[in-house]
């Protein structure tokens, strides 16, 4: 990119060669011991082993004294599951516990009660933690899965978002080389309209690429960044403009805040070419609110009035005002445009975000 934003002949011609990411996460030789030792600690296999020590000395046990032999059946396989598996194993080698002796008084025979009571408890251990032990192990594969295609779908976002972004830069640049070779202003004041909307979209996937990955984005920022760049390069000479820019944080998806860029952009342009010939000073006001899900944009100026340039004096209404419109019916909104009482124009654009509350907060305010 040459200063100015123009695009050279060798840069247009070379191909784009884009870095490939591997999201398979890469194990060192120091993080090879932990994860094996996490895969063995946690896997059938230790459970299996640990359940048949336990068995073993719950079986001495109850040789040895029977009335420990209820406690123990409760103490170890309770504290061994909540340990390796959390509270709600827990809980439930205690319900099998519970359910083992009222199985082993009703079915097993008083004399063969200790024995027998011994090696069920102990049986019902080794399948539980081995099916818990495989439970840890698979929750634990399928989140780094999950944690795999979320780094991939934000390379992905990313990457689009900074191709198209790249390719409306070279489509402005064409149109400002395409506009140098006419001499008359108007056909070039049209050129540098095309140019201003592609800069618009531009800087919306520019947004996004620096938000790695997001699906929708805080509209606040770029609409104050839109209007202080037509502020500075549309100001008419010899008036000096006051931007004021009231707006809260509104989370716009991308189709919805292409949109509501492209009627920001429109109406600032015509107020800042139609509202203030012939005056020293003035204002321009853009103001941003939000309610619930419902959005609402206003464009607000002290000059001239936009609508006595227009309806009132017959003259035709540019592209820009049917963009407006087109753009408003696909944001199913209300746009509507009134002359102030104390002097100058009203533009209002207001719609329902598909973006909700809780998704923002999720995405844009943690």
């Known amino acids: 990119m040459e200063p100015g934003g123009m695009m050279s002949s060798a840069q247009l011609g070379q191909p784009v060669t884009l870095p490939i990411y591997n999201t398979r996460q890469h194990v060192t030789a120091a993080d090879k011991p932990r994860r094996v030792s996490f895969d063995f600690l946690h896997?059938?296999?230790?459970?299996?082993?640990?359940?048949?020590?336990?068995?073993?000395?719950?079986?001495?046990?109850?040789?040895?004294?029977?009335?420990?032999?209820?406690?123990?059946?409760?103490?170890?396989?309770?504290?061994?599951?909540?340990?390796?598996?959390?509270?709600?194993?827990?809980?439930?080698?205690?319900?099998?516990?519970?359910?083992?002796?009222l199985m082993a008084d009703l079915m097993v025979p008083r004399s063969g009660r200790v024995i027998a009571l011994s090696y069920i408890n102990a049986g019902i251990l080794v399948l539980a933690s081995a099916a818990l032990a495989e439970l840890v192990i698979f929750t634990r594969h399928a989140h780094e899965r999950l944690k795999a295609l979320l780094a991939l779908k934000t390379v992905s976002l990313t990457e689009i978002h900074h191709r198209v972004k790249n390719n409306l830069q070279i489509v402005s640049s064409l149109l400002r080389l395409q506009s140098g070779k006419f001499a008359d202003p108007a056909v070039r004041e049209v050129f540098t309209e095309c140019r201003d909307r592609i800069n618009a979209m531009a800087r919306l996937h520019e947004q996004l690429y620096n938000e790695l990955g997001e699906s929708h984005l805080d509209f606040a920022p770029h609409l104050r960044e839109l209007a202080e760049m037509l502020l500075h390069s549309h100001t008419p000479a010899d008036c000096k403009l006051t931007l004021g820019i009231f707006a809260d944080r509104v989370p716009l998806d991308l189709d919805q805040s292409i949109l509501l860029s492209l009627i920001a952009?429109?109406?600032?342009?015509?107020?800042?070419?139609?509202?203030?010939?012939?005056?020293?000073a003035g204002n321009v006001d853009a103001e941003l609110r939000t309610s619930r899900d419902r959005v609402t944009l206003t464009i607000r100026d002290n000059g001239n009035g936009f609508l006595l340039l227009s309806a009132e004096t017959g003259e035709k209404r540019g592209t820009g005002m049917d963009l407006v419109q087109a753009m408003s019916r696909q944001l199913g909104g209300q746009f509507v445009i009134n002359r102030m009482p104390a002097g100058g124009t009203s533009a209002t654009i207001s719609f329902r975000s598909k973006v909700s509350r809780q998704q923002a907060t999720v995405h844009l305010y943690l």
């Open 43 to 101: 896997g059938p296999t230790a459970a299996v082993i640990g359940s048949a020590l336990l068995m073993l000395l719950i079986g001495w046990i109850d040789y040895k004294s029977t009335d420990f032999a209820i406690t123990v059946f409760y103490f170890g396989p309770v504290v061994l599951a909540t340990w390796r598996a959390g509270r709600k194993a827990g809980w439930f080698i205690a319900a099998l516990g519970g359910a083992t002796v």
């Open 265 to 280: 952009n429109e109406l600032l342009l015509n107020s800042l070419k139609h509202a203030f010939h012939g005056r020293p």
